[in-house]
């Protein structure tokens, strides 16, 4: 996974800059996105990975599924991806797309895993503290995980605020056992 | 029925609740990728930092060695087989520590210092990081005061000062791990700690020197730090960086203190392991670039520190404090140019050679002392072996030289002979047993009678014998010359003139 990420990171990168220059970021991540659903799926990846294939009947074979969603940009992205064999990668690809377009955008993906469903007052209290500490726009996603017994667990990109009360047993587990 | 453990009392638990920090704070997370042969890589953990602490599920730890873009490469710090992919992994913001303190002494721990001798856990609140930047200039005062090994051959000519790094290197089977338990022995009643580090050997060699150093009476001063042949190489070479730790303790209270790494050979391997499979790029003999660095940064520690260092680490104020280093090579086939060896060679103040044949033809310890040396050493030997041995070396030497040559030749002229016969004698005095150190008292005695010929009256295979019964000659009737020479250590024309009668009173007298 974590060599697939350095590979998908320069077409990423490329499809950004592309999108930005076209002021299209919402229309490249609908188009990527799309493409990278197909490409994950069983079927498709084995005529992706299919060595009887040439790179542009592999190519057309997800253009042609994608249909009117894509431009003609997007069908050029999906060929150089078919020709470097790299289609399979369009998961990665998208991950660090939206990665990159949340920079941009200063915003953040935060999931909110709680023992009990938020009320709306809560989750808006907790988007603006989260919004002060990590100072960039905050895109709410709430869970519910009984086990938690009580508090939240909150998790923003590889950062996590543990408030839960099974975290706090842990730790007083590990504590008296120690 | 279910026992109750010695910490499940209510006051522990209860002193363990006050002190539990139950503030939820922000954590760094990451994800499994792969984990095989003990190394985890982790995507994520955006914020870590290299050698931090990482904590996967189930309570094992992880050491962060390698920060790449996309992801980090870890060791696991003991079993990682419940380590799965997809699993999470969280920094702790802490790096590697190990206990240490006077509670850790005559106890036997892992590289984390786990205690793993059954005899309960350590009652200690001190911890130390694994690794720390050796004191620098400022901090540091000369070598100038002896640290015995009890071995005649080595205390004469090759002798170690308190804070001095002597290597000790050979081939298998030279008595060099035999030399290093030998010398924390020695140290019994001397106020030196000893911490002895077990690198990669067997489990069954580990507990014969814990019985044997119980035996001698030498587990009250001695911390065993164990990383056994069959620990996870992450533990072989975290164990001399432990152990450096808990004798820094001693160090920074202004004591002295010994530290043997047995042997730094198989850490070197341990962590040539670790590199190839973090798929750092291989060197010389397949050793990472770092191999250096790995054995100078952990040499460097062991060190002689003045009182202003002391005191401004611990407050004790007028002491010096120091860490000797006694770290083991093993070589293959008596090469010494191969790339550990060099290096740690270079890395030393000094080294002792220990050689098969030597060994094999009955010479014990079997050092060669032609190219045994000590750089620092001659400033802390003690003035009565300093001045008898001098000529020691230089007869040795000597004799070596003309025992070649005299081979060949068939008749040799008396001062020749005479070179020779000593020569002989004394290569037979510097014989000495396992598990038999010496005083400075009894060393400067079988070294007086050497030097000022009461031996070439002696046949050669009776010096043995002869040295023996002089000691306990001299420990019972001039104990007192005797205890003069252990306390102060100086020679003057009256020790001189006590020592001479002793030796002509005993040729006089005694039988051997």
Redesign the interface.
């Known amino acids: ?3 697939l ?2 590979l998908a ?1 320069p077409y990423a990168k490329a499809a950004f800059a592309e999108a930005l220059e076209q002021n299209a970021l919402v229309q490249w991540s609908d188009m990527l996105s799309i493409a990278a659903q197909f490409a994950a799926d069983d079927g498709l990846e084995k005529v992706l990975l299919h060595p009887g294939l040439t790179a542009e009947q592999q190519a057309t074979a997800l253009t042609d599924l994608c249909g009117d969603k894509l431009n003609q940009a997007g069908k050029n992205f999906l060929m150089i991806l078919s020709e470097n064999k790299r289609l399979t990668l369009l998961p990665q690809i998208v991950e660090a797309f939206e990665e990159l377009k949340a920079a941009q955008e200063h915003a953040i993906d935060v999931t909110v895993v709680s023992a009990f469903e938020l009320t709306d007052a809560q989750q808006e209290t907790l988007s603006q503290a989260l919004k002060n500490k990590l100072q960039c726009d905050v895109r709410l996603t709430g869970e519910v995980d009984q086990t938690l017994v009580g ?1 939240v667990i909150i ?1 923003a ?7 839960s009360v099974r ?2 047993l842990a ?2 587990a ?5 | 029925m279910q026992q109750l453990n010695p ?1 499940e009392i209510s006051e522990i ?1 209860k002193k ?2 006050d ?2 920090d ?1 503030t ?8 499994v ?1 792969s984990v095989f042969d003990g190394i985890v ?1 982790i ?5 870590v930092m290299y050698g931090e602490m990482i904590e996967f599920e189930g ?1 094992v730890y992880g050491l962060a060695l390698n920060l ?4 980090v490469g870890a060791v696991v710090l003991g079993d990682y087989k419940n380590i799965a992919e997809g699993q999470t992994a ?1 920094c702790t913001g802490r790096i590697l520590e190990v206990p240490t303190g006077e509670a850790m002494l005559g106890r036997v721990v892992d590289a984390l210092g786990n205690p793993i001798d059954g005899k309960g856990p350590i009652e200690t609140t001190t911890k130390a990081p694994v690794e720390r930047v050796a004191p620098g200039v400022i901090s540091r005062q000369g070598v100038d005061q002896p640290l015995e090994t009890g071995y005649k051959s080595v205390d004469s000519m090759v002798p170690v000062g308190r804070g001095q790094r002597e290597l000790i290197i050979g081939d298998r089977q030279t008595g060099k791990s035999a030399m290093a338990i030998d010398a924390i022995i020695n140290q019994k009643g001397t106020g030196v700690k000893c911490v002895y580090v077990a690198i990669g050997q067997k489990q069954s060699s580990i507990a014969n020197v814990v019985r044997k150093l119980e035996e001698h009476g030498a587990m009250e001063h001695t911390i065993i730090v164990a990383a056994g042949a069959s620990d996870p190489a992450s533990m072989l070479y975290l164990a001399p960086y432990s152990g450096c730790a808990m004798g820094e303790y001693f160090l920074d209270k202004g004591e002295d203190a010994l530290i043997v790494y047995d042997d730094l050979t198989k850490q070197a391997w341990a962590y040539r392991q670790i590199s190839l499979l973090l798929k750092r790029p291989p060197g010389r003999e397949a050793y990472p670039g770092d191999v250096f660095y790995l054995h100078s940064r952990l040499l460097e520690r062991a060190c002689r520190v003045n009182p202003d260092y002391v005191k401004n680490v611990s407050g004790v104020e007028g002491q010096t404090g120091s860490l000797t280093a006694l770290p083991i090579i093993e070589t293959q086939g008596g090469d010494v140019s191969a790339f550990v060896p060099t290096n740690v060679i270079s890395i030393t103040d000094g080294q002792i050679f220990l050689e098969t044949g030597l060994f094999n033809s009955g010479i014990r310890p079997a050092m060669n002392a032609g190219v045994s040396v000590s750089r620092v050493g001659g400033a802390a030997q003690t003035k009565i072996i300093k001045k008898l041995g001098g000529g020691i070396r230089l007869a040795l030497a000597q004799y070596r030289e003309l025992a070649a040559f005299a081979q060949f030749a068939s008749d040799l002229d008396d001062a020749t002979r005479a070179q020779l016969e000593f020569g002989q004698r004394v290569t037979e005095l510097m014989k000495q047993k396992q598990y038999a150190p010496m005083s400075t008292g009894e060393m400067g005695l079988s070294i007086f009678a050497a030097t000022e010929g009461f031996l070439d009256d002696v046949e050669v295979n009776k010096i043995g014998d002869f040295e023996a019964a002089l000691i306990s000659y001299a420990n019972s009737e001039f104990a007192d010359l005797m205890a003069q020479i252990n306390v102060k250590g100086d020679y003057s024309k009256d020790i001189a003139a006590g020592l001479k009668e002793l030796v002509e009173k005993f040729k006089a007298t005694q039988a051997w």
């Open positions: 996974m974590a060599e990420t350095t990171r508090g998790r990109g590889d950062l996590v605020i543990d408030g975290g706090k730790k007083l590990e504590a008296m056992n120690s | 910490s638990i363990r609740i002190n539990l139950v939820s704070q922000a954590q760094n997370e990451g994800t990728v890589r995507h994520g953990l955006a914020d309570g790449e873009r996309d992801s969280k």
